[in-house]
Every structure is written in C-alpha cells, then in structure tokens.
C-alpha cells in the first residue's frame, strides 16, 4: 500500500478536472501549512494569505505533478518558495506609511490585516473549537486516546501504533475511528452553532 | 453515512487506506458536501491535537482557495498533455543522449587518426602510406593488365565475363584501396592488399596459391606479373 494513496488518489481527480478533489486536499492540509508559514511570518492573517496563495500555485502547477514525492512533500517546497518570496518581496517595499505610523499606531496594526480569522467572532469560534475538541479528547477511553494521539501528535503509522499497543492493525484503524467520531459529534455542534452565529452577525 | 464509509474516510485520512479503496471513495469525498465537511473536521481535531496556536480552526484557508479557485478553468487532458509530452521526451533523452556520444565518439575517432600520432609518426605517416601505396601499385597494375588482353608471360585461365567482373576489381577500386589504406585496421588493410597482391613476389610471405579455384573458375593467379 502507498503511503501517498489517498492523497495520490486526490490528485488524480483533480488532474481530471474535478476540483471538488482539491477542495479535499486543502481541507486537510490548510491548518500545517498555515503552522508551516508561520515559521517566516508572524502574522497569522499574512500566512494565511501566503498559504492561500501557496495553494493556488499547486493547483496551477498540478498538471506537473507526476507523483514520484508524495503531494504534501510537493505542497510544502511550493508554501515555503512562497513564504520566502513573500517574505523578500515585503522587505523591498516601500515603507511611505511609517511616517503616519507612530500617530496611528493601533489603527496601523488593524488596517488592511484585519482578516476573518482575527474579528471577534472568528477567534472566539477558534477557542470554542480548540475547547471542544480537548474536552472531547479527555473523555475518551485511554485505548481510544491513546491510539488517536499517537497518530496526530506523534505521527505514527498504524502500523507503528499496533506495535505500541501491542494491537493489530485493525484494532489501531478501528480505535482511531471511534475516536474522532466521538470528537466530531462534539464538533459538529460547534461548527453548525458557530455558521449560525456568523449568519445571524452578518 | 454507514459506519463502515466513516472508517475508511478515517483511514483515507491517515493515508492507511488501499489505493482500490482510495478511488471510490476519493470520488465521494470530492462530490459529497457532508463527507467533505467531516472530512474537514478531522483535519481541524488533528490540529487541535497538534496545539497549533494562531491558527484559524474554522477552515478560513479553505474557504478562500475555493473562492478563487472558482473562476480558474478545471483541469483537463489537454492541460496534463505537457506533461505526457515532457515524459515522452524524458524517454527519449537518453537515447539521443547516446546517439550523440557515439557520434562524437566516432567523429574524435577519425579525426584522431587523421591527426598526427606523437614522437615522430607525423613523418612516418606519409611514408607508409607511401611505401604501402609503392608496394599496391603493381598489384594495381597487375589488375589493370588482368582485365586487359593477357600478355604471353601471364597465365591467364579463362574466365566467364560475369565472373570476370566479379573477381576483379576495377581499376578505380584498386585505386581506393590502396589510398584509403593508411586510413584503415592494419588487419583489413592486409587482407585486402594480400588479396590484390597475393601473387606478388616478395610481397607476401608465403607463395602464391592456386588450388583455391571457385566454382568456373581455375587457376586464377597471376603468376608473374612485371
């Protein structure tokens, strides 16, 4: 089995002309590219721009993707040439507003940078989100825990799960399973009830 | 969604499905807004597993690349055809790549041997193939007068006019031989002027042969020529 297959299988639909496949890929990998940009810029509302920007490169240059790294590989050599780009691009521009900065410096640090995660609503959606779902994952079973945080925060294949849980693979997949769906049940409320709020604001 | 879908979205997710597998559901997932949504979520519990800090959780990346995206044209055939074309080509690379070498091989080659040879065989060169042209020449006559009416002290065998031309060479073949001999293998060069000059006396080392006939023919030698 490919360690890239589900990814593989992605793009290939995309190359297809389907870019319902793309929305996939970036919903998946939109949170560690952010985190990935963030490494050269500070700003979360302009890593969030370079990350987008970042992935409308790959959709452009998909027809070019032969799969011989696997595509989060691929994405992230795209995200970080853009960050640095960004970042050397930024430097070489003028600076004419810094003589107004020192009267309006609050102001400055707002315009233009405001971004939807940073209103009110958006960071408070955030901290309800992370809230949920850490409560979730403290109600969970330890089996259950354990396996789905040896996934996502160590990494781990499921095969290298088994073997620390003394489980077959099976078993690994199956806990994984139950786990995210008890932290998605949680979740989903957060998601449905947060849409309802930004609608109700908007 | 059964339970079963919502295992192996769990699994397409961790990249531990089959590839078989990977292509339904890839299909589903790209077409189905809830598969997509739940899809989304757990990218968000992964990140809220990760502690990633600063980062919008509510998929904010997401929804702009779709965005605009929406106006981009869909990918097709003919925008994968660049690449087919530049994997064609990447077949081809090493053969071209080849076919030069041997080209530029071959060209080093005969201008190597062209060229002067070090310590001296510049001299050398011109007067082997001096002498060489020296030591063909009478077996170029010997083959000019063969063809021509036998003088009384050849011993002509009678020959048919097919195998006549055949056999002997003409004088302009001659000619070529003995001029290009410099430029080839001694060992091709040999048989071909102990060929033309097999009856030669003192050109060869071992006496002339005639029971070497060919069918229709016999005692082809020029037993000696002047």
């Not at chain 1, 940073?118 to 809230?131: A, K, M, N, Q």
Request: charged fraction near 25%; include cysteine.
């Amino acid at each position: 089995m490919s360690a890239d297959a589900s990814d593989l299988s992605l793009v290939r639909r995309v190359q297809r002309g389907d870019k319902g496949a793309f929305d996939a890929l970036v919903l998946k990998y939109q949170h560690k590219l952010v985190k990935l940009v963030m490494r050269y810029v500070r700003n979360p509302a302009e890593a969030e721009d370079i990350a987008q920007e970042a992935f409308i490169k790959a959709y452009r240059a998909l027809p070019q993707f032969r799969g011989d790294s696997a595509f989060y590989t691929w994405l992230y050599r795209i995200a970080i040439n853009t960050a640095k780009n960004a970042v050397v691009s930024r430097d070489r521009s003028p600076v004419e507003y810094d003589l107004d900065r020192s009267n309006t410096d609050e102001s400055y640090d707002m315009q233009g940078r405001m971004k939807d995660s940073e209103t009110p609503e958006g960071l408070v959606l955030t901290d309800e989100i992370r809230s949920t779902v850490n409560a979730a994952i403290d109600s969970l079973p330890e089996d259950l825990r354990t396996a789905i945080v040896l996934r996502e925060l160590e990494g781990l294949s499921y095969e290298e799960i088994a073997a620390a849980m003394a489980c077959p693979v099976g078993t690994v997949r199956s806990r994984i399973f139950r786990a995210r769906e008890a932290i998605d049940r949680r979740l989903r409320e957060v998601f449905e009830g947060g849409l309802g709020r930004a609608e109700e604001l908007g | 969604m059964n339970e079963e879908l919502d295992s192996q979205l769990s699994a397409m997710f961790d990249n531990e499905l089959p590839a078989a597998e990977c292509e339904l559901l890839a299909r589903r997932l790209s077409r189905d807004p809830d598969i997509k949504a739940r899809w989304g979520r757990y990218a968000v519990i992964g990140a809220v597993i990760r502690a990633e800090r600063g980062i919008a959780l509510e998929g904010i990346v997401a929804g702009r690349v779709s965005a605009a995206l929406s106006s981009e044209p869909a990918l097709s055939v003919d925008a994968l055809q660049p690449a087919g074309r530049r994997l064609q080509y990447r077949w081809w690379q090493p053969i071209a790549g080849a076919g030069l070498a041997a080209g530029v091989a071959a060209v080093s080659i005969l201008w190597l041997r062209s060229q002067a040879l070090p310590d001296g065989s510049q001299a050398v060169a011109p007067a082997l193939v001096a002498r060489t042209a020296a030591l063909a020449a009478p077996a170029a006559q010997a083959l000019r007068n063969a063809i021509a009416p036998a003088p009384d002290s050849f011993v002509v065998p009678p020959v048919s006019s097919q195998r006549t031309t055949m056999v002997v060479p003409a004088t302009e073949l001659a000619d070529y031989v003995v001029a290009h001999s410099a430029f080839s293998w001694p060992v091709s060069r040999g048989n071909l002027l102990s060929a033309l000059m097999v009856s030669e006396p003192g050109t060869s080392s071992t006496p002339a042969r005639s029971d070497q006939p060919a069918s229709g023919v016999q005692g082809n030698a020029i037993q000696n020529p002047k």
